[in-house]
């Protein structure tokens, strides 16, 4: 078992940050990789941006490259997503999720950090 706990959502204005941080615990080293997720209301969840634990490879969706930026700790067992120039469609819950083996969906999510963009 994975716990993870996410944190560092809130409000801001369009063009602005936010740090989303995601600790996890518990079987952390049956971790193979990590991803955020989001859902906006109304709206199917999407994958945002992932790392492979081992090398730290990095995925991002179209919609985020050049604007956030995963990375991780392996020593804190923490991902982060660094979020800049927030722009009105990134409003959304924010999920971390951990997959244990390639192949299969991500096992573990957390509760989620809600992220609301003002313009």
């Known amino acids: 078992q994975v716990q993870l706990v996410e944190s560092g959502g809130g409000l801001v204005q369009a063009g602005g940050s936010l740090r989303l941080s995601c600790a996890a615990s518990g079987s952390t080293f049956s971790i193979y990789r990590m991803g955020w997720f989001r859902q906006a209301a109304g709206k199917e969840r999407e994958s945002v941006a992932t790392?492979?634990?081992?090398?730290?490879?990095?995925y991002y969706a179209d919609s985020v490259k050049g604007r956030f930026t995963i990375s991780r700790d392996n020593a804190k067992n923490t991902v982060n997503l660094q979020m800049n120039n927030l722009k009105a469609e990134d409003m959304a819950v924010y999920y971390c999720?951990?997959?244990?083996?390639?192949?299969?969906?991500?096992?573990?999510w957390g509760q989620g950090t809600q992220v609301t963009v003002s313009s």
């Open positions: 790392i492979w634990w081992s090398g730290g490879t990095t």
């Open positions: 999720a951990v997959q244990t083996r390639p192949g299969i969906p991500y096992d573990y």
